[in-house]
């Protein structure tokens, strides 16, 4: 039965994306590929993108203007970073750092608390080889100018030629990925304390513009099989890549740390590395700039067929017959309709596991009252489906 039960959500997901196909071809058809490479070489003109350089901010306010251009609402988080290792180097920097965030609100009232984001990190550094002057030069063409000009451009296009969004659509920039993925971890305690907004999943892309074989690399992640699923069936459909299945750099990027929050992500890079990763020679001229309007094809392809199918998409969107999970006087009650077997773990804002308990009963009940005050989420597994679900006590 649970096999049956994940070959008809598959099948949901390839049929969804099929029949979609005749709207996202139409809006996948306005990418324009002199558009990234000029997106890029913006870039690259500010001579270095290092988090700690003087221009850091001035950068983020460039992508800002860029965004509200395209329709979104856009605020610098800002955050201070201390002692900040660099990576190879015995240096510590101070200094402001500045995510930018970005959001095209869904006017569905439905889920006008519910979104999809994208990521790119705007930062990086050039310090192999023995160069070691990043402060002042860091092109960062590929790493990585190419997946901020891929966002960039797809904000573009959306802005202009989308038809239907039916949750919150966001794009960040984030800082400071090259010290420790700094930004987005800074990202993710300011949007979950108290948590502001329920992310069905995060497509993050980085270092996606150097190719050779027309292929492009899935980092995914354990337990987000549907949104891994969709992007393969997005590469086949709309584009004529191939996709090699990884697992090898998950841990590299920002997506790491919204995956490490529960959140389902998925991590697309460029499958051939670039021999000029971290060097002065990360340039535009090494770009493949027809790669990179596929890429932008297969993330938006994605992101359509995401924003305007969440029923279909979020695992945690349970049908009315499969379970019902309410909170009552610092009591969660849980029936479940399809399982008599199933497993319950509650985090805090910040990951921590404050209450585990494996239950054999269709009807049981949780008592919260020792929790502190505050929004938690619920995680309940059965053989047949997961979900899990914000409470708050």
Known sequence: MRYFVLLVMSLLIVGGVRSQNSEIIDIISHINEDSIRKNVEDLENFTTRFAFADNNRDVALYLKDRMEYYGFEVVLDSFYESNSPVWRDSLYFDGWQYNVCCLKQSLNPLYYDT?????????????????????????????????????????????????????????EFFANEEQMLSGSNARLHSISSPWQMYLVGMINLDMVGYDTTNTVALNYYNGCDWLTDIAKQNITANTDMTYRLTQKSIENSDSWCFYSWGIPSLFISESDFSPYYHTLQDSSVYLNYTYMKKI?????????????????????????????????????????YTSLYSRVRITDILGNVVFYEEYDSPSFMIPIDNLNEGFY?????????????KIRR
Not at 310 to 334: E, M, R
Not at 378 to 384: A, G, H, K, Q, R
């Open 377 to 389: 989420i619920l995680e309940l597994v059965t053989p047949y489906y997961r979900t899990s679900k």
């Open 296 to 336: 932008t094809s297969l993330t938006l392809s994605m992101v359509y067929y995401i924003v305007n199918n969440i029923s279909k998409v979020s695992l945690n969107k349970l049908k009315a017959q499969d379970c019902l999970i309410y909170v009552n006087k610092n009591k969660v009650f849980v029936d479940l």
């Open 115 to 171: 979104s999809l984001i994208l990521g790119a990190h705007y930062d990086c550094i050039s310090n192999i080889d023995g160069f070691d002057d990043y402060i002042h030069f860091a092109p960062g063409a590929d790493d990585n100018a190419s997946g901020v000009a891929c966002l960039l451009e797809l904000a573009r296009v959306w802005d202009k030629y989308s038809k239907r969004q039916d949750i919150n659509l966001r794009i």
